[in-house]
């Protein structure tokens, strides 16, 4: 490595160290209570969805062998487009293999230099991404403003208009407004996207998100999912009417030049479905975790934000504050996200505690003593400093 780039390297480290941004990566324990994944209905270690997989991978291979536009679109991929699809309420459904590949495939897709996008300022980085790679005029609306949004879209003169936002804000936990969104995008003639990447399984009648079959296509016309959060699987999908589908097959690179999903996975992911269809109780038994977690994290004046969702931030706004409540949690067996800058915004560091469906009243408390211990320790530091 030359000294240039290794003097680069090294500052870049210095500089993310110092400001206690640094991130590490860790090995999960099968012993530790898990506060911080996506897994809200348990179904990634549910036992159908496991040999649902594993027959997948008996019948079709291990892997799809090459894209869906050349030889890797097999009938499981099919069977599993058309099931999301009607799930959803929409004409037709597209499997890529991740969220980050879908959000940017759509936006290159979609939008150019001749479009105007309107983002919420607290969207997803892959939205983010896809804004600036598609190279279109991009601006960011104030989170859940639409008056801001308004403003904004009555100054623009482009023909071509879409606005983007989060469905459910992953750091959050809030929802966005969807009513108010869509009626907003008609008064100005601008499509809509959600990601629901974090409402999909979770919200809605039939767990289809917050758009799902309560807002047409017409109303919202793109809609994004993913299947590695609540359906415990991996990949992500766009659903839509046929000429948007058939528009992301031409002209996505991100669908184009990768290779199709492992079908093994649309396999687990079709058995995930019909799990999430078939048993709400999975959905009941979230929100009792979810009400009982802010009921008693309330009454014990913890710092928690306003979001009936999984996510429960705890916003404890000093890094080198969230990095050590998190440190002291993991000693303790409990593994709960430590977000920091650039993530959230500066003064918004904080823990990102994550409920799940197969969390029991005794992992919740054990959860909440641990947290009132941190509490405690710090008011102790702070009497004697």
């Known amino acids: 490595m030359s000294k240039a780039w290794q003097q680069r390297l090294a500052d870049a480290r210095a500089h993310r160290q110092q400001t206690e941004r640094w991130r590490t990566r860790q090995v999960a324990k099968s012993n530790t209570l898990d506060f911080a994944g996506n897994d809200y209905l348990g179904l990634a270690q549910d036992p159908r969805v496991s040999e649902a997989q594993v027959a997948g991978a008996r019948r079709y291979g291990a892997g799809a062998g090459a894209s869906h536009l050349v030889s890797g679109h097999l009938e499981i991929h099919d069977a599993l487009e058309e099931a999301l699809a009607r799930w959803t309420g929409r004409e037709r459904a597209l499997l890529f293999s991740t969220g980050y590949m879908a959000n940017l495939g759509v936006l290159q897709a979609l939008a150019d230099r001749h479009t105007a996008l309107f983002q919420d300022r607290l969207n997803h980085a892959s939205l983010i991404d896809g804004a600036a790679l598609s190279g279109a005029r991009s601006r960011r609306f104030h989170h859940r403003d639409a008056i801001d949004l308004a403003s904004l879209l009555a100054r623009s003169e482009c023909a071509h208009k879409l606005v983007v936002s989060d469905g459910v804000f992953s750091m959050d936990g809030d929802i966005a407004d969807i009513a108010t969104?869509?009626?907003?995008?008609?008064?100005?003639?601008?499509?809509?996207?959600?990601?629901?990447?974090?409402?999909?399984?979770?919200?809605?009648?039939?767990?289809?998100?917050?758009?799902?079959?309560?807002?047409?296509?017409?109303?919202?016309?793109?809609?994004?999912?993913?299947?590695?959060?609540?359906?415990?699987?991996?990949?992500?999908?766009?659903?839509?009417?046929?000429?948007?589908?058939?528009?992301?097959?031409?002209?996505?690179?991100?669908?184009?030049?990768?290779?199709?999903?492992?079908?093994?996975?649309?396999?687990?992911?079709?058995?995930?479905?019909?799990?999430?269809?078939?048993?709400?109780?999975?959905?009941?038994?979230?929100?009792?975790?979810?009400?009982?977690?802010?009921?008693?994290?309330?009454?014990?004046?913890?710092?928690?934000?306003?979001?009936?969702?999984?996510?429960?931030?705890?916003?404890?706004?000093?890094?080198?504050?969230?990095?050590?409540?998190?440190?002291?949690?993991?000693?303790?067996?409990?593994?709960?996200?430590?977000?920091?800058?650039?993530?959230?915004?500066?003064?918004?560091?904080?823990?990102?505690?994550?409920?799940?469906?197969?969390?029991?009243?005794?992992?919740?408390?054990?959860?909440?003593?641990?947290?009132?211990?941190?509490?405690?320790?710090?008011?102790?530091?702070?009497?004697?400093?």
């Open 181 to 385: 969104l869509v009626e907003v995008c008609q008064q100005h003639s601008a499509w809509m996207m959600i990601d629901d990447a974090h409402g999909v399984g979770v919200l809605g009648d039939n767990g289809s998100g917050c758009v799902g079959s309560t807002w047409n296509s017409a109303e919202v016309p793109i809609l994004v999912g993913t299947l590695g959060k609540a359906l415990g699987t991996a990949g992500a999908f766009v659903a839509g009417d046929t000429e948007l589908i058939e528009h992301l097959i031409q002209f996505s690179r991100s669908y184009i030049y990768t290779t199709a999903q492992p079908p093994a996975i649309a396999a687990a992911t079709l058995k995930a479905l019909e799990i999430v269809q078939s048993e709400p109780e999975r959905r009941a038994q979230l929100n009792a975790n979810i009400t009982y977690f802010r009921r008693e994290a309330l009454l014990l004046g913890l710092p928690l934000s306003d979001s009936a969702t999984p996510i429960q931030p705890l916003i404890l706004g000093d890094e080198a504050r969230t990095l050590r409540w998190a440190a002291q949690l993991q000693q303790r067996g409990i593994h709960v996200g430590a977000i920091r800058p650039p993530t959230v915004p500066s003064g918004e560091a904080r823990l990102r505690i994550t409920l799940s469906a197969v969390h029991t009243r005794d992992h919740i408390d054990q959860l909440l003593a641990a947290l009132t211990t941190c509490q405690r320790e710090e008011s102790l530091c702070l009497t004697h400093a």
